[in-house]
């Protein structure tokens, strides 16, 4: 009678090594699709990035100095039985992105061209040229500061999902900015004593803007990626962000005589709702967590507290610049409100409270 030897545990860290989704498969399907089949967006982002716990055996062959691994799921408090259950909503990957920034870089530059040709910024309020000097030229810094914010929080990510979703993100905030700098060099060739100067100065000096440049530091000197990603969409843009471009700028343009800064502003609304639902699509799914759920909605209850304190604040230190127009066609008290009700349906929509911070 033969014995038969029992094979060992497997400990090759070679590639192909392991069993996983799709080892048996001619088309290369090596990890589970969100949908019936992989879309383009998966095949160039998932597992893009390694994590030696899939597939392969060994760990990171990299490492810092002191220790630290290449990527390290401690970079958050959050945590999740499977960061790459992560797809975003986009689904926006290098080439699409591209695509888009490009097409928004040329409507813009086309919208601009064409309203100086038809002489438009000089048919503008005087009084609205220079709430757009002071005002506009100083909400570009808080644009510039959340797009650094999330441009250094997407190194941290886990995975190429998450880090392609923040660093897009970043993208959007840092080209708007600069949409807002080109726009208001292209209105100073037009209008006899815009200065261009002001917006650093009353982002430095005017107490109105004090409150905001205070919730964008916060952000920017945290050190959990997901909290300054958490704190950019889901707090900051709602109660800050939207509430100038949206309930300000663009309700009070048209009335004074205006219709380019509103085309120019729109572009970070449409930017915005596309890095809002990558968000929610996140934080509701780590919400969801069948180990984790409720130690990360707890989480995301503090950094709520933590940073919609601040916009709130920010938010209430803007309200003189709703009486700075010549022509009022709309009021703060009713854009805020507004922004509260959008904090409440994102809170909702990932699922949690947002009660103790919007009735402070």
């Known amino acids: ?65 002191d220790g630290t691994p290449t990527y390290d799921k401690t970079w958050t408090a959050l945590k999740s039985s499977n960061w790459h259950q992560f797809r975003a909503v986009d689904q926006e990957w290098e080439r699409t992105h591209y695509q888009r920034q490009s097409t928004i870089v040329g409507m813009i530059s086309n919208l601009i061209e064409n309203g100086r040709r038809s002489g438009a910024p000089k048919r503008f309020d005087r009084a609205w040229v220079k ?68 917006g650093k100065q009353h982002w430095l000096e005017d107490p109105i803007w004090q409150g905001t440049r205070h919730a964008t530091e916060a952000v920017m000197g945290a050190t959990d990626y ?5 704190a950019t969409n889901i707090v900051f843009e709602p109660l800050v962000g939207e509430l100038f471009r949206s309930g300000f700028v ?40 069948p180990d984790h759920g409720d130690s990360n909605r707890a989480i995301l209850v503090q950094w709520m507290h933590k940073h919609g304190s601040l916009a709130l604040d920010a938010a209430h230190h803007l ?21 509260k009700n959008r904090v409440r349906a994102i809170a909702a929509e990932i699922g949690f409270d947002v009660r103790a911070t919007l009735d402070q």
């Open 1 to 65: 009678m033969s014995v038969t030897e029992t094979p060992s545990p497997q400990k090759s860290g070679a590639a192909g090594s392991a069993t996983f989704a799709g080892s048996d498969s001619r088309k290369y399907n090596y990890f589970e699709p969100k949908g019936r089949k992989a879309s383009h967006y998966e095949d160039m982002t998932v597992d893009v990035q390694p994590d030696p716990e899939r597939y392969l055996l060994q760990d990171w062959i990299i490492s810092f100095a």
């Open 131 to 198: 709430v757009l000097s002071d005002h506009l030229g100083a909400y570009k810094h808080a644009e510039f500061g959340l797009g650094t914010a999330t441009m250094q929080a997407q190194r941290y990510g886990y995975t190429q999902m998450i880090n392609n979703a923040i660093l897009t993100n970043s993208s959007y905030k840092l080209r708007f900015s600069q949409d807002l700098t080109l726009y208001l060099g292209e209105l100073a060739l037009d209008i006899e004593g815009i200065d261009l100067d002001a």
């Open 226 to 230: 997901l909290e300054q990603y958490f």
């Open 250 to 289: 663009m309700q009070m343009a048209a009335a004074q005589n205006d219709f380019m800064t509103p085309a120019v502003v729109a572009a970070a609304e449409g930017d915005y709702e596309r890095n809002l639902a990558n968000a929610v699509e996140l934080f509701h799914i780590l919400v969801l967590d």
């Open 319 to 339: 309200q003189p610049i709703w009486s700075q127009p010549r022509v009022k066609v709309a009021q703060f008290a009713d854009a805020l409100d507004l922004a």
